[in-house]
């Protein structure tokens, strides 16, 4: 009798794990959003800001489309160091993925990065221009760039833990000048003393620089 309850506890146990947490493949019906508006652009310490964006440390960004919908995207920090970009590889519609999880990988020449989600949620939509055209995400990063929508239930608990407002510009800078000096020890010839970096940067790094660089600035 005892080991029949103990085996029906556990069965229990699963079912109600089972129910609570997530699942990683969701099917959840894709929604419509019209695309994209030019973003409010401002200037701040030498970098263009667009309002409204919270930022994840690993450079990707959200913009909230709906109360539990957001668009996700790379930031210029990124788009800067790698240049043109070959390839984007997303994770599949109808994905649950955590804020900090993977969510895509992108490859510009010899590099690939994997960045993460600003958000947690499922992907319910993937912008199938930069898949045909993955260089969009360099030339317009924060419009016509954007790699995915996201169904968050918990979107307004997710933008706390994201780099946004007036924060913005000095954490950009702050990236900007820890990457040169991280550059001026290890490959001295292609540090900056300030501003964006150098577009195509990542292309002339040494693999074992690159790695490091990888490590530091995505999270990756």
């Known amino acids: 009798m005892s080991i029949l309850f103990v085996l029906l506890m556990f069965l229990l146990i699963m079912a109600f794990n089972y129910f609570l947490t997530p699942s990683e493949n969701v099917v959840v019906k894709p929604e419509v959003f019209a695309k994209p508006q030019p973003p409010l652009m401002q200037r701040e310490l030498g970098f263009e800001i667009p309002s409204g964006y919270g930022f994840h440390p690993g450079h990707t960004w959200?913009?909230?489309?709906?109360?539990?919908?957001?668009?996700?995207?790379?930031?210029?920090?990124?788009?800067?160091?790698?240049?043109?970009?070959?390839?984007?590889?997303?994770?599949?519609?109808?994905?649950?993925?955590r804020q900090g999880q993977k969510l895509m990988t992108v490859t510009s020449g010899d590099t690939s990065i994997d960045l993460l989600s600003p958000v947690e949620g499922v992907v319910t939509t993937i912008n199938n221009d930069v898949v045909h055209d993955p260089n969009l995400i360099a030339q317009d990063p924060y419009r016509d760039g954007w790699i995915a929508i996201v169904k968050s239930p918990d979107l307004s608990i997710n933008q706390k833990n994201l780099v946004q407002g007036p924060m913005v510009a000095p954490w950009m800078q702050n990236n900007v000048s820890r990457l040169n000096a991280s550059l001026s020890q290890l490959s001295p010839t292609l540090a900056q003393d300030g501003g964006v970096p150098i577009r195509g940067l990542m292309g002339r790094l040494t693999a074992d620089v690159r790695q490091k660089v990888v490590k530091e600035f995505f999270l990756s």
Request: no cysteine; glycine share 8%.
């Open 62 to 97: 959200a913009l909230k489309e709906t109360a539990d919908n957001a668009r996700i995207g790379v930031d210029s920090f990124a788009t800067n160091l790698l240049g043109k970009i070959d390839r984007v590889d997303v994770v599949g519609p109808n994905r649950w993925v």
